[in-house]
């Protein structure tokens, strides 16, 4: 049928050469697409799997059934990468990740691969834990069952998921969705499944999730229980801990571009900014980003200028320029400005100095205040990471890829003193918690503590650094007043005719 989806079952097989028979006989072929096909990968067995997969695909008769050997084992975890590129290189539509020792029901397939098809959802797992999969009653040990509710309530809180099981190896994944996501640099290891999760939350892909019943046969059990659980609550803080950008790492950087929205409801470089322009103002927001700031000062009816290198909603802004401030000139008709904002620009420029020195000579005026935030690399954190031997960069927060240029409160100092610059305010800014943790109890517990810190030792415990600053006149600036105050003066002591 034109149109139609190609479906891929992906079965890994690790010393199943007892069940795999009856795990292909169990595929309802009848009620899958006409063009599924299945992929069965040994990794590399110690008993008999590969050939008793061979004497046993005409138990899917109908169905284009191709059977891989691994010559190393790659792990439950690797074996899943070559899976999934296989269904990539090959152009499927949708894979089924199905285990080959029976613990999950193939009869199920047709459920699982219809929220997918359906276009409704980026995956699908089957879980056990939703009403009709009773997991003790068919033989999941208490131990397991309590492990994994536990398992799976920490990385719903930490990962702001609502799924029943985190642990279910029974998935459905559109391709497409996974051409997006960087699995290959995921461990090879059990915990792969929880990394893969990750990477779709982020992501923002959809997933469903369909009761399916469990069973516990007499297969071998290949997972450390302890070692599992203590990789996948490694695995989630390490994916929220990159998410605040304190650690980078490549596996959940998933989106390409960093998404900055608004630091609001609380002390933020934001709310300060917010707080400190006067209503009606006329404001120049360099680097704008989407113009979040913008919209809430023209709220204070400000009239407000966006300068940013890429195209924005105009909507927020009165007026909205585009121009790279590394290198453009801003254009001669913006006027006079009574704030300057730089928030969160200066460390992304190569030569900030010419950007100052460029204002400073734009728009010099005794009454016009620049507002300036940057990280501070003197963070506790970062010097914690330095006395262990560690230097991180992250998607976003301090060390941000995108950064060129780091700061302290004497970095930034010196950088605003030498052009030309008076500032006016110094202070720290404390670590956006509730952004991380949510504005409950301890994201704003955190932030209050934090605050205190600050004022024992700005420079240890300040995550950003706020400055305000006015202008001391340029060379040109003076040297036009001396000429013009001197004729004034010419004129005042010339003689008078008659």
Wanted: charged content about 20%; glycine content about 10%; some cysteine.
């Amino acid at each position: 049928m034109a149109g139609a989806k190609r479906v891929l079952i992906f079965i890994v097989a690790y010393n199943a050469e007892k069940t795999i028979a009856s795990v292909l006989s169990r595929i309802p072929v009848g009620r899958l697409p006409a063009d599924a096909e299945v992929l069965i990968i040994d990794d590399c067995s110690a008993d008999k799997t590969f050939p008793a997969a061979r004497e046993s695909q005409d138990k899917v008769a109908g169905l284009k059934v191709t059977i891989l050997h691994n010559p190393v084992n790659q792990g439950y975890g690797g074996n899943q990468k070559l899976g999934y590129q296989y269904a990539i290189e090959k152009g499927f539509d949708v894979v089924v990740l199905l285990h080959g020792d029976g613990q999950y029901a193939p009869e199920k397939l047709p459920e699982l691969i219809q929220p997918v098809l359906a276009g409704e959802a980026e995956a699908c797992f089957g879980s056990r834990m939703m009403p009709g999969g009773t997991p003790i009653r068919n033989g999941m040990p208490v131990y397991k069952y309590v492990g994994n509710r536990i398992l799976s309530a920490f990385q719903n809180r930490l990962l702001g998921l609502r799924l029943s099981e985190f642990h279910s190896g029974y998935r459905v994944y559109a391709v497409e969705a996974l051409r997006a996501i960087p699995f290959t640099y995921n461990t090879n290891d059990f915990h792969f499944d929880t990394e893969i999760i990750i990477q779709f939350a982020v992501a923002g892909f959809r997933i469903r999730e369909i009761p399916i019943p469990t069973y516990y046969g007499d297969e071998i059990c290949h997972v450390n229980g302890l070692g599992y659980a203590w990789n996948v609550c490694r695995a989630t803080l390490a994916s929220r801990i990159h998410q605040m950008g304190i650690l980078y790492q490549r596996k959940y950087d998933v989106r390409a571009i960093p998404v900055y929205d608004l630091k609001d409801g609380y002390d933020s470089s934001h709310t300060r900014a917010i707080r400190r322009v006067p209503d009606g103002s006329r404001v120049l927001d360099l680097a704008c980003g989407p113009g979040f700031v913008a919209a809430k000062l023209r709220g204070k009816g400000c009239h407000v200028i966006g300068v940013d290198q890429e195209n924005q909603e105009a909507g927020r802004f009165d007026r909205f320029v585009r121009q790279d401030l590394d290198r453009d000139d801003f254009p001669g008709d913006i006027g006079s400005v009574d704030w300057i904002l730089a928030l969160d620009c200066l460390e992304h420029l190569s030569s900030p100095e010419a950007l100052l020195a460029r204002i400073r000579a734009t728009f010099y005026s005794d009454k016009t205040r620049i507002l300036v935030t940057v990280p501070n690399i003197g963070f506790v954190v970062n010097r914690l990471g330095l006395l262990l031997g560690r230097f991180n960069y992250g998607a976003t927060g301090i060390l941000d890829l995108t950064h060129k240029r780091l700061f302290t409160f004497g970095t930034l100092t010196r950088l605003l003193e030498q052009e030309g610059y008076r500032i006016k305010v110094l202070r720290g800014i404390p670590a956006p918690f509730p952004k991380a943790l949510g504005r409950g109890f301890w994201g704003l517990a955190f932030l209050h503590v934090n605050r205190l810190l600050i004022v024992l030792w700005r420079g240890m415990f300040s995550y950003q650094i706020y400055a305000e600053a006015e202008m001391t006149p340029t060379v040109n600036h003076l040297l036009r007043t001396t000429v013009s105050h001197s004729e004034a003066l010419t004129q005042q002591a010339s003689p008078r005719p008659g």
